[in-house]
């Protein structure tokens, strides 16, 4: 009876075409209460007899195409683990690409690469620089605060607006002499559009030791710069305030694109502004537990995603902070 069945639609057809109150059986034990109680009797039990022979085929023919249907269905489904798929390979983000750049140099010159936390006290972020609640330099920087008990509190802590915080750890944990740039993520409460963002990547560089003078700050600054551009390129330094150094200057390199000769990059002046730099303030070096007496250096700070867009001649930072892997994949 079972032997045709193939599937578990034409069992369940046959189920209804036996079982079921419009089937013949079904017919039958409707029919019954006419029949004499003999009869009742004799044909009841027949039924049941038949019902629960042909209830237990059912199942055992259902359990046995179910299975067959599973293993059929496990056939089609495998996985072959060891079949091999082409892998996309990923690139690094242009950022990086300078960034590792920028420590590759700077290490053959004997800097250490330093690290330190994106949230900061103020007291590292701020007064530890020269640059106290009332003065005036704060005003100049947009700035994250994560708490904020009292315009004096040394427990403030702030999103750090430069990686400055590093240099005066550093100082504090080793004394001098020491050398070191921090590469790292900074925060201001910017304006978001083409040319600014409220995040970015920073370098700051510092050196402190015996008869450190000006002279070897413009020379580390070339060095980095003919290395990074592989061309030589000259510096020029124009007086700057920062209240970290005194004296302080603005630094600007030749445009490596004109070769210094006027073109749209460097609005026709032959030079790029670069960053900031001096010789580290005397209270800088005091806050620090270091005798200004006895040890000078230099600082400088400059914008990694800035120079990144340089380089590769991005004219937008907010393609550095999208997700957009056709313009990632470039780099």
Request: hydrophobic residues 40%; charged residues 25%.
């Amino acid at each position: 009876m079972f032997a045709s069945i193939e599937n578990i639609d034409q069992l369940n057809d046959f189920e209804v075409q036996f079982l079921s109150k419009k089937s013949e059986i079904g017919q039958i034990s409707k029919n019954l209460k006419t029949c004499s109680p003999e009869e009742k009797r004799e044909i009841g039990q027949a039924l049941a007899s038949f019902r629960d022979e042909f209830t237990e085929a059912f199942a055992k023919k259902k359990a046995l195409l179910e299975t067959e249907m599973l293993n059929k269905r496990l056939l089609e489904e495998t996985i072959d683990v060891t079949q091999q798929f082409p892998l996309e390979k990923g690139t690094l983000h242009p950022i990086s690409h300078v960034q590792r750049e920028v420590e590759r140099i700077f290490t053959s010159m004997g800097f250490e690469i330093a690290d330190g936390p994106e949230i900061e006290s103020e007291w590292h972020n701020f007064d530890a620089l020269n640059i106290p609640a009332s003065h005036p330099a704060r005003d100049m920087q947009d700035t994250f605060w994560i708490s904020k008990k009292s315009d004096t509190s040394h427990e403030n802590f702030v999103l750090r607006t430069q990686t400055s915080d590093v240099q005066i750890r550093k100082m504090k944990e080793h004394g001098a002499p020491i050398r070191l740039i921090a590469p790292g993520r900074v925060f201001r409460n910017e304006d978001v559009d083409a040319t600014h963002d409220a995040v970015f990547y920073q370098v700051e560089g510092l050196l402190i030791d015996t008869n450190i003078s000006l002279a070897h700050l413009k020379g580390t600054i070339e060095t980095m710069l003919s290395q990074l551009f592989a061309r030589e390129t000259t510096v020029r330094l124009r007086p700057g305030y920062f209240p970290f150094v005194e004296p302080g200057f603005e630094v600007d390199f030749s445009c490596a694109l004109c070769g210094g000769q006027g073109c749209k990059t460097c609005k026709n002046s032959g030079w790029i502004e670069f960053m900031g730099a001096g010789m580290v303030h005397p209270n800088v070096l005091r806050n620090c537990d270091i005798d200004p007496t006895k040890f000078s250096g230099f600082a400088f700070g400059f914008g990694l995603t800035r120079l990144a867009m340089m380089k590769y001649g991005i004219d937008d930072i907010r393609l550095l902070s999208s997700q957009k892997i056709e313009f990632l994949s470039q780099f």
